[in-house]
């Protein structure tokens, strides 16, 4: 089954614990995000990425990185979480050439204390 | 850059009636798409309706259409015949259609949402 996973998909943590949120496609695209959504702001892009090893910054990307080494997996890193990163993150791809057919992960509720 | 705007918080709806959803966007692009997508309590964000710019006549898809305006810069969706597992959150978004690796190259650009719960 065509998919994209995110894990956790759930998880608290407290402020300044270094944390990773894996995102794992298994369609072979080239193009993948990071999004986060909170109450009233709908979702914003936080990072994406173009092929392996190509990465950009969307809009809201302070307090986050990412990698990509392998075109299946783009993990966000939060190296130092604090509360105003308490969101839903959502991952998504698609094919290079068909950016207008994304795929959306599970999300990933995250909380900071 | 692009906004979107969704000026409708929250909206209701009996089951089995007819509710339009509102969407206005700005950009200064001439060529783009836009999209309606629901995402019911499992958060699942799911495509209900894709535009592209380009095309005048308005997309449907089953029960779903739109009304597209672009001089108006408005972007709305009709639900016929509406059904209880409609009741969601539907977010309104936006797209450049840009050259391969341009800036913004497959950004989403979201309005704020609209929660619909369609009553029995």
């Known amino acids: 089954e065509a998919q994209v996973t995110q894990n956790p998909r759930y998880l608290i943590t407290v402020t300044g614990k270094k944390l990773t949120v894996t995102c794992s496609q298994n369609m072979n695209h080239e193009y993948m995000s990071w999004y986060r959504q909170d109450p009233g702001l709908g979702l914003r892009q936080i990072y994406y990425?173009?092929?392996?090893?190509?990465?950009d910054k969307g809009d809201v990307p302070e307090g986050y990185k990412v990698s990509r080494k392998e075109k299946r997996n783009f993990p966000l890193i939060l190296e130092s979480p604090s509360p105003n990163q308490t969101s839903l993150y959502f991952c998504?791809?698609?094919?290079?050439?068909?950016?207008?057919?994304?795929?959306f992960g599970p999300g990933t509720r995250l909380t900071v204390t | 850059a692009q906004t979107v705007t969704q000026s409708q918080p929250e909206m209701s709806v009996q089951e089995a009636e007819t509710v339009t959803l509102s969407c206005t966007y700005d950009?200064?692009?001439?060529?783009?798409?836009l999209f309606w997508y629901k995402q019911p309590p499992s958060r699942q964000m799911i495509l209900v309706i894709r535009?592209?710019?380009?095309?005048?006549q308005n997309a449907t898809e089953n029960r779903f259409s739109v009304n597209f305006q672009k001089a108006a810069k408005s972007f709305s969706l009709k639900i016929s015949d509406s059904q209880l597992g409609d009741t969601a959150m539907y977010f309104c978004?936006?797209?450049?259609?840009?050259?391969?690796?341009?800036?913004?190259?497959?950004?989403?650009?979201f309005g704020q949402g609209t929660i619909l719960t369609v009553h029995p």
């Open positions: 990425s173009m092929n392996v090893e190509v990465t």
């Open positions: 535009q592209e710019a380009y095309k005048q």
């Open positions: 998504a791809s698609s094919i290079y050439t068909k950016p207008y057919e994304q795929y």
């Open positions: 978004a936006f797209m450049k259609q840009v050259g391969a690796g341009g800036t913004s190259y497959g950004k989403l650009t």
């Open positions: 950009t200064s692009e001439s060529n783009y798409y």
